[in-house]
T-cell receptor, first 114, second 111 residues
Framework: KAGVTQTPRYLIKTRGQQVTLSCSPISGHRSVSWYQQTPGQGLQFLFE???????NKGNFPGRFSGRQFSNSRSEMNVSTLELGDSALYLC?????????????FGPGTRLTVL | GEDVEQSLFLSVREGDSSVINCTYT??????LYWYKQEPGAGLQLLTY?????DMKQDQRLTVLLNKKDKHLSLRIADTQTGDSAIYFCAEREGGSYIPTFGRGTSLIVHP
C-alpha cells in the first residue's frame, strides 16, 4: 500500500506570496490532517478534513486554509506569507473513524519564506 | 486546554536502556501514542496504549502508563544508534479524532 505523499518537498517563497501544498492520503483513508512543525512551537494542528468537509480546526489565522477533494486528496493554502510561516508542513491520513485511528504521516513540505 | 509535556533531550550510550517520559493533563484521554520522527521524515507510529492498560510490551519497546499521575513512559531496551530520533508522545480522548502532541524528545545515542 502506498504511503502518504506530499508535494512539493521543498519550497522557497518570499513574503507576501501565497503557496499551495498538496497531500495524497493512503488509499481508503477519508481523513486528512495538516500540522505545522517548527523548532520553537513543536507540532501544531492546523485542520482536519473528512469526506470533503473541514471537521476540526486549530488555532491559526484565516490566511491558512485547506480543502479536500472527492478522492480524499487535500490541499493547503497559505496566503500573504510571513517569515514566521517558515516551517515543515506535515500531512497525516487516517480512516477518520473510531478506534485507534492511527495517523500515517507524509514526509512533509519544507517551506522557507524569505 | 489539553497539554502534553516532554523533556526536550535525552542522551544515552549504545546498548543502554532509554526511558522517555511524558505527562498529560486531559483526564479523559483514551488513547496514548508514541511516534518516532527520523531526520527529514514524517512521524511514524511506534506503539500505542489504551487508558485502561498499565503496560504494553512490543519487542524492545515497553510502554508504562500511570493514569493516576497522568504519566506515560517509553522504554527502549538495548538502544542502538538507529534509535536516534525525535520521539513524540500524543494523547487523544475517545470523542475526538485529533491527537494532542507533545513537543518531542530528541534521543541521542552515542557509542
Amino acid at each position: 500500500k502506498a504511503g502518504v505523499t506530499q508535494t512539493p518537498r521543498y519550497l522557497i517563497k518570499t513574503r507576501g506570496q501565497q503557496v499551495t501544498l498538496s497531500c495524497s492520503p493512503i488509499s481508503g483513508h477519508r481523513s486528512v490532517s495538516w500540522y505545522q512543525q517548527t523548532p520553537g512551537q513543536g507540532l501544531q494542528f492546523l485542520f482536519e478534513y473528512f469526506s470533503e468537509t473541514q471537521r476540526n480546526k486549530g488555532n491559526f489565522p484565516g490566511r491558512f486554509s485547506g480543502r479536500q477533494f472527492s478522492n480524499s486528496r487535500s490541499e493547503m493554502n497559505v496566503s500573504t506569507l510571513e517569515l514566521g510561516d517558515s516551517a515543515l508542513y506535515l500531512c497525516a491520513s487516517s480512516s477518520g473513524s473510531g478506534g485507534i485511528n492511527e495517523q500515517f504521516f507524509g514526509p512533509g513540505t519544507r517551506l522557507t519564506v524569505l | 486546554g489539553e497539554d502534553v509535556e516532554q523533556s526536550l533531550f535525552l542522551s544515552v550510550r549504545e546498548g543502554d536502556s532509554s526511558v522517555i517520559n511524558c505527562t498529560y493533563t486531559d483526564s479523559s484521554s483514551t488513547y496514548l501514542y508514541w511516534y518516532k520522527q527520523e531526520p527529514g521524515a514524517g512521524l511514524q507510529l511506534l506503539t500505542y496504549i489504551f487508558s485502561n492498560m498499565d503496560m504494553k510490551q512490543d519487542q524492545r519497546l515497553t510502554v508504562l502508563l500511570n493514569k493516576k499521575d497522568k504519566h506515560l513512559s517509553l522504554r527502549i531496551a538495548d538502544t542502538q544508534t538507529g534509535d536516534s530520533a525525535i520521539y513524540f508522545c500524543a494523547e487523544r480522548e475517545g470523542g475526538s479524532y485529533i491527537p494532542t502532541f507533545g513537543r518531542g524528545t530528541s534521543l541521542i545515542v552515542h557509542p
